[in-house]
Structures are given as structure tokens and as C-alpha cells.
């Protein structure tokens, strides 16, 4: 059965710090995708980053990198150079299907880590 | 264009009502998702759909149903409600070929 799993209940980053946040997650599916969301205080959910399992390269996109470690099961987000506006809730998330981008399947989600950025 | 809306944004219920969340789109996407989020907690798979007529069950799915009549929209049903079931909904979609979800603004629910 799926499962994500993010250990970091709750960080404290100094600004331009950089910060990596944690994510594990369980399949037994050979394709699947994984993915960060940040929600802030106000609630929305904004999409920042996503892996692809087949994909041989780490995603980046701006100031987020995904570290995926596919033996060990891992998808850390990092963040460069954090910012005041960084603090918010870091969900991490996982789709397995058969071909990702033709099929839909279910999406589930960690419970998240909340950032806090000191200045 | 809206991108995806929920309907409404806030609800009060007393246990036993019953109420419905419509989700509405207007990007043509394939697939939506009903997820639930709890204080402190991420979010809930409740039910999800890839296509019109089509649903299917999520992590959660006792005590909700939903509706895919036509593709633009989404509906989740709450036919009891329980106090259990007070919580942030969030109604998503994703586009056949993409890789991202996009989430609406999401409803407060809370049941006395």
C-alpha cells in the first residue's frame, strides 16, 4: 500500500539558510510520481516540485530542488536561500500509476512539516 | 477563468443534515479528487473520478459520496453528518498528460 511519510513535525531555518525537508514513501509500484505543496497560513495549497520516478535527473524549480533517492525510498524538498515568506506547512505527496501521465490513480499525501523561517 | 472553485466556503451543520460541496472547473481537466484536512494533519483522499460517470473510492470514503455527472463539476454528499466529519475540504484536478494538481480554495466545514 502506499505511504508517505515526513518525520519533521515542525523546523526552525535562520533566513538565507538553506533547508532541507524530509520524505520517505512506500510503493511497491515501479512508476510513480512525487510531489511538494506548500500551504501558507492563509490555507491554499500551491504546487512547487515533481519527480517523476523515471526521471534521471533531480527536479529543480527556482530556489526548490528535489533530492530523490530512489533506492532509499526518499524525496527531500530543499530549499535554497530561505525566505521570510518560506514559513508555512511543506506537504509531501505520491501518485503511483501504470503511465503516469495517461492514467489516473490516487494521490495521497504526508502530514506535513511546518518551516518556520527566523530572521 | 477560475481555475477550480468550491462551493460553499464556509458551513455549519447540526449532526444527522446533510449537505452537498460542489466543486467546479473550468479547464477541462480529466480527473478530480475530494480530499479531507484535518487540524494539523495533511490531507485525506476521500473519493476521486477520472473521467465523467466515473468515481472511485480514497483513503476515507465511509460516510461520503460524490457525483460526476458532468465533467466540469464534482459533488460530495455528506448524506448524516457527523460531528467526525468537521473539517477543511479541498476538491483538486489534474490534466490527463500533466503533472501537477491544481486545488480549489476549500470549504470549513464543522458539524455540531
Known amino acids: 500500500a502506499q505511504k508517505i511519510t515526513q518525520t519533521q513535525p515542525g523546523m526552525f531555518v535562520q533566513e538565507k539558510e538553506a533547508v532541507t525537508l524530509d520524505c520517505t514513501y512506500d510503493?511497491?509500484?515501479?512508476?510513480?510520481?512525487l510531489f511538494w505543496y506548500k500551504q501558507p497560513s492563509s490555507g491554499e495549497m500551491i504546487f512547487l516540485i515533481y519527480?517523476?520516478?523515471?526521471?534521471?535527473q533531480n527536479a529543480t524549480e527556482g530556489r526548490y530542488s528535489l533530492n530523490f533517492q530512489k533506492a532509499r525510498k526518499s524525496a527531500n524538498l530543499v530549499i535554497s536561500a530561505s525566505q521570510l515568506g518560506d514559513s508555512a506547512m511543506y506537504f509531501c505527496?505520491?501518485?503511483?500509476?501504470?503511465?503516469?501521465?495517461?492514467?489516473?490513480?490516487?494521490?495521497?499525501f504526508g502530514s506535513g512539516t511546518r518551516l518556520s523561517i527566523r530572521p | 477563468n477560475a481555475g477550480v472553485t468550491q462551493t460553499p466556503k464556509f458551513r455549519v451543520l447540526k449532526t444527522g443534515q446533510s449537505m452537498t460541496l460542489l466543486c467546479a472547473q473550468d479547464?477541462?481537466?480529466?480527473?478530480m479528487y475530494w480530499y479531507r484536512q484535518d487540524p494539523g494533519m495533511g490531507l485525506r483522499l476521500i473519493h476521486y473520478?477520472?473521467?465523467?460517470?466515473?468515481?472511485a473510492k480514497g483513503e476515507v470514503p465511509d460516510g461520503y459520496n460524490v457525483s460526476r455527472l458532468k465533467k466540469q463539476n464534482f459533488l460530495l454528499g455528506l448524506e448524516s453528518a457527523a460531528p467526525s466529519q468537521t473539517s477543511v475540504y479541498f476538491c483538486?484536478?489534474?490534466?490527463?498528460?500533466?503533472?501537477?494538481?491544481?486545488f480549489g480554495p476549500g470549504t470549513r466545514l464543522t458539524v455540531l
Open positions: 519527480q517523476g520516478s523515471y526521471d534521471e
Open positions: 473520478s477520472v473521467g465523467e460517470g466515473t468515481t
Open positions: 483538486a484536478t489534474w490534466r490527463a498528460g500533466g503533472d501537477t494538481q491544481y
Open positions: 510503493t511497491s509500484d515501479q512508476s510513480y510520481g
Open positions: 505527496a505520491m501518485r503511483e500509476g501504470g503511465n503516469l501521465r495517461s492514467s489516473a490513480s490516487k494521490i495521497i
Open positions: 479547464m477541462n481537466h480529466e480527473y
